[in-house]
């Protein structure tokens, strides 16, 4: 059981236009570090603890009223518990009709759990699933876990991380020719020696255990481009990839998704998503998230696992830099029967947001570009733009 304090949110007030993320219409641009920092760092700036800002209002009959360890509560001891009704079962529940306050929340099996109190005077009801609340305690944002800073471990050598899949090892002698051996990918070296040109640099494997750096065996001359600065966990949580090329480390937002799990957000695009909520939430549109950012397990675990959809490999999909969003949208039956989907068909492009598969009325992406230059065409997917122009469903490696 994790418990999450409210650290970054979406704070309280109109929506506010879309930032221009990113310097091209298809994507992030080279200078992904200073770029997403800079706007993270503004993100930031103006977000506040979400809930703890905010009344909910009570609106399931049966809000059962549960202890720390998340079992129905059997009894109301202490002087500052409410009373309360009883569902059918004689379990205590919060009435329908209350509003309250959340002063903490908990994760458990990736689902969120809320603690409500009676905001006038704080008296405790005690754990409830905010399920129970109208709007679901949906998109509500629970912490931000900031993009890791490289490994600090102290070493006689410039460290640098292994970030191309094709890192040969070449042989000096023989004018730096390839010796057909790779330097695995996510690899850490350590840099030895740098010849004149430095265009080559010649690198020792290592690794971490327990703290401590433990040289490896392989060894030899590799170009300087197959590298990055640094000790970093290009496989890790917080590791951002686009078209199988690793970008860096980038902070993630927790936020309450579809059915109160836990989904993660880039923190660079979470303003432009929250912005999009809360239009939506003016025309009493609810739209929460089913799959956010993807890091490469879990995007491997899909490419495994799911079978009859299409699922970009690993390292390849736009839910792994924070770009695509999964909402709670049109799935099946007639999408003209779902306002959800018609609102987001007619609006998503004004804050910056694009359909970019055909067979996936849930899979939208943040392309501010394309969005301004479909809207003003008056469609509101890329693929429809390229079927128009006779190329077919543009390949956007998003799923």
Not at 162 to 168: G, M, P, R, S, T
Request: charged share 25%; net charge positive.
């Amino acid at each position: 059981m994790n418990q999450l304090g409210p650290i970054f949110s979406n704070g309280i007030g109109a929506p506010t236009r879309y930032a221009r993320v990113f310097p091209s219409e298809t994507g992030i641009g080279e200078n992904l570090t200073g770029m997403l920092g800079q706007l993270a760092r503004k993100a930031a700036a103006r977000f506040l603890p979400s809930f703890k800002q905010k009344r909910f209002l009570v609106d399931d009959p049966n809000a059962i009223i549960r202890d720390d360890n998340l079992s129905p509560m059997s009894s109301f001891p202490g002087p500052l518990r409410l009373p309360a009704g009883r569902n059918a079962m004689g379990q205590f529940i919060i009435p329908v009709g209350s509003t309250v306050q959340v002063s903490r929340v908990q994760i458990k099996n990736g689902r969120v759990w809320v603690f409500a109190a009676k905001p006038e005077n704080e008296q405790a009801y005690g754990w409830t699933s905010p399920l129970n609340f109208r709007g679901r305690f949906y998109n509500e944002t629970l912490s931000l876990a900031k993009a890791p800073p490289p490994m600090a471990i102290a070493t006689d050598f410039e460290k640098k991380t292994v970030v191309d899949k094709e890192a040969l090892l070449r042989d000096q002698d023989k004018g730096f020719r390839s010796t057909e051996k790779v330097i695995p990918r996510g690899s850490l070296v350590l840099v030895l020696r740098k010849e004149p040109s430095a265009t080559y640099e010649y690198v020792r494997v290592a690794e971490v255990v327990e703290g401590k750096v433990i040289e490896k065996q392989m060894e030899g001359w590799t170009a300087v481009s197959n590298m990055q600065e640094g000790w970093a966990d290009i496989y890790g949580p917080h590791a951002a990839w686009r078209y199988g090329n690793y970008l860096g480390q980038i902070g993630l937002a927790n936020i309450v998704g579809t059915g109160g799990e836990v989904k993660q957000v880039a923190e660079h695009t979470l303003e432009a998503y929250l912005s999009l909520v809360r239009a939506a939430a003016n025309d009493n549109i609810l739209i929460s998230l089913n799959s956010g950012f993807r890091p490469y397990g879990k995007q491997a675990e899909l490419k495994r696992t799911v079978t009859g959809s299409i699922v970009a490999a690993p390292g390849w999909s736009n839910h792994q830099h924070g770009q695509a969003f999964d909402l709670r949208s049109w799935r099946a039956g007639k999408k003209e029967d779902n306002i959800d989907y018609q609102w987001l068909e007619k609006n998503a492009t004004r804050y910056g947001f694009v359909r970019t598969v055909e067979s996936e009325g849930w899979h939208w992406e943040y392309r501010p570009d394309d969005a301004e230059r479909l809207r003003k065409a008056g469609l509101y997917g890329t693929w429809m733009e390229a079927a128009a122009e006779g190329q077919g469903m543009e390949a956007n490696g998003g799923c």
